[in-house]
């Protein structure tokens, strides 16, 4: 119940994110994209939403994932593992007075391939925002169809993630050889709002697999 009261909250309240700014590729220091796995099997509809499907919105942003973070090509390989929580998708409503944002509430995690070990101790949580643009500035629900929104709401989610990650680069060094970064055992990741269910199957390592 806190959960949908918070995604109702955000897409009631906030503005929308800024918008995707495509840069030069830059390296995450050695990142390159092992598993990207995300599961959605327990994910709830925020209040005020279309209806989604979550299988359909699960794929969305597994292949956003994958085409934003697969472009990176260093020299090892991390698992990103994301799990989303709740979805809005904003319905019509009244522009300038009453229009229900579209967000996702997603937990994301990173796993060192070769030590098979995470390396954020706890899932991120991140709460994304549908991205500002000439077809939904008043609200998505109004300009763009249940596709469009899933699409472009996975796409925010995929930069997003890559946004974080850079951080994590330059403010913890993660992705960086010169940097002992503390690892963190996934034995207990089941537990965690990061797997999707007891019978979740880790990553298979992909340090042989060349």
Known sequence: MKLVKTILLLTLLASCAPPIIETELKPIGDFSLGHNLVVGDKMVKGPLSRDGDPDIITAAVKDAIGARLSKYDGDKRYHVITRIDAY?????????????????????????DLAQKRLNEEPVQLVILENTNKRNVLGSGIGQTKQQQIKSIAESAAYQIEDWMRKQHTENG?????????????????????????DVVLPVPLVDAE
Do not use: C, E, M, Y
Request: net charge negative.
């Open 88 to 112: 809005t998708l904003g319905r019509t409503g009244i522009p300038l007075i009453f229009s229900p944002q579209t967000a996702l509430v997603i937990n994301v995690s990173i796993w060192d």
């Open 174 to 198: 993660w992705f960086n050889p010169a940097v002992d970064v503390p690892l963190f055992d996934v034995i207990s990741l089941n537990k965690d709002r990061a797997t999707p269910s007891d």
